[in-house]
Each structure stands twice: as structure tokens, then as C-alpha cells.
């Protein structure tokens, strides 16, 4: 049974940075990909970074790129995602998520649908 337990999150000013975590247990992610995802009020989730564990081949969307970073600690089985320079469009409840991948794409890693397990949330509010 996989399990992801996130923590990390809470409020913050624009331009302050936080990080989240994600610890996954249940059995080896080595074939796995790590992905997160954020979803504000009245939008649809949407996909923020995503990792390969094994390699660490790490993917963006295009408004966190060089902003966000997600990044991996094996010996913890945990990922993490390091926010910096936030904005209010930040805020949102972010969601860890996992999967095996048999064959991957940026497209398939960036839906929500791909990823059959899903960290608690945990809310991100950034004020201007």
C-alpha cells in the first residue's frame, strides 16, 4: 500500500520562499515517478514539477520553471519541492502524487488523471 504523508506549507508574502515535503512508504519507488500538483479555488489541478526517482530527470510547468524546485532524498524516501520568489497566483492546495510510468511524455506526467496516488494536501497561501 503506498502512502504519501506531506508536510511543509502555510502562509507567506509574495517573494518569500517555502518548501514542502512528501515522505512515500509502502514499497520501492525506485520505477516511479514523484509528481506535484496544486489547485486553487473553483480551478482544476494542475500539474507544477514531477521527478524521476531513480534518475532525478526532473519536469516543469512553464509558470514555476526557475522558480520551483523538486528534487529527491533516497535514503529518506521523500521529495521535496522548494518554492522560492512566490506569488499570490501560488496560492492553492498542493498535492503530491506517484506512479509507475511504463512509457512517459511531459504530457502524460502533467495529468492528474496518471497518478493513481495522492499526498493529504496541504495549503499554500501567499499574500501581496
Known amino acids: 500500500q503506498v502512502q504519501l504523508v506531506q508536510s511543509g506549507g502555510g502562509s507567506v508574502q509574495a517573494g518569500d520562499s517555502l518548501t514542502l515535503s512528501c515522505a512515500a512508504s509502502g514499497r520501492s519507488f525506485s520505477s516511479y515517478y514523484m509528481g506535484w500538483f496544486r489547485q486553487a479555488p473553483g480551478k482544476e489541478r494542475e500539474f507544477v514539477a514531477a521527478?524521476?526517482?531513480?534518475?532525478?530527470?526532473?519536469y516543469y510547468a512553464d509558470s514555476v520553471k526557475g522558480r520551483f524546485t523538486i528534487t529527491r532524498d533516497n535514503a529518506k524516501n521523500t521529495v521535496y519541492l522548494q518554492m522560492m520568489s512566490l506569488k499570490s497566483e501560488d496560492t492553492a492546495v498542493y498535492y503530491c502524487?506517484?506512479?509507475?510510468?511504463?512509457?512517459?511524455?511531459?504530457?502524460?506526467?502533467?495529468?492528474?488523471?496518471?497518478?493513481?496516488?495522492w499526498g493529504q494536501g496541504t495549503q499554500v497561501t501567499v499574500s501581496s
Open positions: 521527478i524521476r526517482w531513480s534518475s532525478g530527470i526532473t
Open positions: 502524487a506517484s506512479d509507475t510510468f511504463s512509457w512517459v511524455t511531459a504530457g502524460r506526467l502533467s495529468r492528474a488523471s496518471e497518478y493513481d496516488y
